[in-house]
């Protein structure tokens, strides 16, 4: 059983930055795409980062327009953990953050297979 365990998540500051990180067990990590989503108060659940698995020329990033050079996915493979780096946060950054993991690339969250229990991010003004 895989299982995801999102850790990092808090209150920051416009222009703050925090580091969120997800922590996988139970499944073959270095072979998994994963992302991070987040969803806003009665708002959809969105794509922000994904990242897929590291190859012999590296890991490919993808990110949503909305945190392009404000946010960067990495990941760990030795310790099974993928991190989010934010930096320049706002307001708007303010949602439940999830990480998931999925066996095949893709920023539309129903295409991701296991997910974690969210961690909340909230940037004040």
């Known amino acids: 059983q895989v299982q995801l365990v999102e850790s990092g998540g808090g209150l920051a500051q416009t222009g703050g930055s925090l580091r969120l990180s997800c922590a996988v067990s139970?499944?073959?990590?270095?072979?998994?795409?994963m992302g991070w989503f987040r969803q806003a108060a009665g708002k959809e659940r969105m794509f922000v980062a994904a990242?897929?698995?590291?190859?012999?020329?590296?890991?490919?990033?993808d990110y949503a327009d909305s945190v392009k050079g404000r946010f960067t996915i990495s990941r760990v493979n030795a310790k099974n953990t993928v991190y989010l780096q934010m930096n320049s946060l706002k307001p708007e950054d303010t949602a439940i953050y999830y990480c998931?993991?999925?066996?095949?690339?893709?920023?539309?969250?129903?295409?991701?297979?296991?997910w974690g229990q969210g961690t909340q991010v909230n940037v004040s003004s």
């Open positions: 998931a993991a999925s066996r095949g690339k893709g920023t539309d969250p129903t295409g991701y297979d296991y």
């Open positions: 990242i897929s698995p590291i190859t012999w020329s590296g890991a490919s990033t």
């Open positions: 139970g499944g073959t990590f270095s072979s998994y795409f």
